[in-house]
């Protein structure tokens, strides 16, 4: 019982740090990649269940949809992917 309870209390104490998370992920946000360039503007966000999936941009003249799990948020407003511009170019 005692494990459950330890488990629940982390679980809650995490909720608010993923919701900043989440709530920083905004359309006409700029996205770099890894290698500090600049990939363009967040045209929409694809959600499953209310948790972000993908950010799709407009790159190349296509349409590239990032998986949002290799995004962060910075101080300035800027997403960072974890993939580099030869990565990015590759996703469909």
Do not use: C, W, Y
Request: aromatic content about 4%; proline content about 3%; overall charge positive.
């Amino acid at each position: 019982m005692r494990k459950v309870a330890l488990f629940a209390l982390a679980l809650i104490a995490s909720a608010p740090a993923f919701a900043q998370g989440v709530a920083s992920l905004k359309t006409g946000a700029i996205l770099v990649s890894a290698d500090g360039k600049r990939l363009g503007r967040v045209d929409t966000i694809t959600s499953k269940d209310g948790a972000p999936v993908s950010l799709n941009l407009i790159f190349d003249s296509r349409f590239v949809h990032v998986p949002a799990s290799t995004v962060t948020a910075g101080e300035d407003g800027r997403l960072t992917t974890s993939l580099s511009r030869d990565e990015v170019r590759k996703l469909k």
